[in-house]
């Protein structure tokens, strides 16, 4: 069993930036394969970003946030960050990271492989 809550997210101005955190407690955090999803009113939930176990080597945004998103991981600190540069308003939404249990594989993009969700993080960007 893993336990995910996420931090860092706010109101803020169009242009601005945001730090998400996930901090993970349970199993080991490194065999887990970590995803960020967002939902915004009325819509369904999406894919943000994503990145592999262990080190993280390997890492994937989604087109609407490529070039202003990224993610990355801290084991030693058991956390998954989204780095948000040049928000916008269509980036207004409840944030949610995911973890899926996954040593040896790459970065897992389908919500329903994901096992363990946050409780969410609501990001509101003004224009």
């Known amino acids: 069993q893993v336990q995910l809550v996420e931090s860092g997210g706010g109101l803020v101005q169009a242009g601005g930036s945001l730090r998400l955190s996930c901090a993970a407690s349970?199993?080991?955090?490194?065999?887990?394969?970590m995803g960020w999803f967002r939902q915004a009113p009325g819509k369904e939930r999406e894919f943000v970003a994503a990145?592999?176990?262990?080190?993280?080597?390997?890492?994937y945004v989604a087109n609407s946030v490529k070039g202003r998103f990224t993610i990355s991981r801290d084991n030693a600190k058991n956390t998954v960050y989204l780095q948000m540069d040049s928000l916008k308003p269509e980036d207004t939404a409840n944030y949610y990271c995911?973890?899926?249990?996954?040593?040896?594989?790459?970065?897992?993009?389908?919500?329903?492989?994901?096992?363990?969700w946050g409780p969410g993080t609501q990001v509101t960007v003004s224009s």
């Open positions: 990145i592999s176990w262990g080190s993280g080597g390997s890492t």
């Open positions: 995911a973890a899926d249990y996954a040593p040896g594989t790459g970065v897992v993009l389908t919500q329903s492989q994901y096992e363990y």
């Open positions: 349970g199993r080991t955090f490194s065999n887990y394969a």
